[in-house]
């Protein structure tokens, strides 16, 4: 298994429900080298920051009841400034998801994610890249067009998508593009491991990787949705 951080990770999970909690947390510990603090609410949340300032992940429930997640968030963000965050949800709500925009989120989960979406999405968060749902983009454009409307129907709309698509190219390493091209022409993870001298293990952990970046299902649909938004060649 290949371990993103060097040391074992502190993770906090902040969940009303305890058994979400005790799921969560049985699933980070059984995939990674961790250390699971659960909490039930924001003020645990704030005061296991205060013990273990050297969390370096934290996945927060958006709707705690009797709680302002945002000023939770906050406080946590002011606590812990190296860590991680990961937010989850059991609905995607469009407030929600602009919260985690608002927020700068390292990334946003349904819990009806299966859990090799969550593993992918916390390796790659863990790595430095973030995660949000496929629909956020068009959220994000539709929101950016309302704040900044213009007399061009078409220059409001070129704004947002551009900056879509360079934000996106940002989450994604070098190598990570490279392997979504070798995708899109087909190749399968032995035939890239060959053509860019790595292990098929390493293809494998790039394509997961993109895979929950792009909020796809599958190695074609990311290779589509890469082609969509021109991080890679369409040929």
Not at 91 to 97: G, M
Not at 166 to 191: C, D
Request: one cysteine or more; aromatic letters at 4%.
């Amino acid at each position: 298994m290949v371990q993103v951080w060097e040391n074992v990770v502190k993770v906090l999970v902040c969940d009303d429900h305890p058994i979400v909690a005790s799921a969560i947390a049985m699933m980070i510990e059984g995939t990674f080298d961790a250390t699971i603090h659960i909490t039930h609410d924001y003020q645990q949340a704030r005061a296991m920051a205060a013990e273990q300032p050297d969390i370096g992940l934290c996945l927060l429930d958006i709707h705690i009841p009797g709680e302002d997640a945002r000023a939770g968030i906050k406080a946590l963000q002011a606590a812990l400034p190296q860590a991680r965050f990961l937010l989850f949800s059991g609905s995607a709500q469009e407030a929600d998801l602009m919260m985690a925009l608002d927020l700068e989120m390292h990334g946003f989960l349904p819990k009806s994610s299966t859990p090799q979406v969550v593993e992918a999405v916390v390796r790659l968060v863990l790595a430095g890249g973030v995660y949000l749902p496929s629909g956020i983009g068009e959220l994000a454009m539709r929101n950016a067009k309302a704040t900044h409307p213009t007399s061009s129907t078409v220059g409001a709309a070129a704004t947002p998508v551009a900056h879509t698509s360079e934000a996106m190219y940002g989450t994604l390493t070098e190598r990570q593009i490279m392997v979504l091209q070798q995708v899109s022409a087909g190749r399968s993870n032995k035939e890239i491991a060959r053509e860019l001298a790595i292990s098929p293990a390493t293809v494998k952990a790039h394509v997961a990787h993109v895979i929950a970046l792009l909020g796809v299902s599958n190695r074609i649909e990311a290779a589509a949705r890469a082609r969509g938004l021109g991080l890679i060649d369409p040929g």
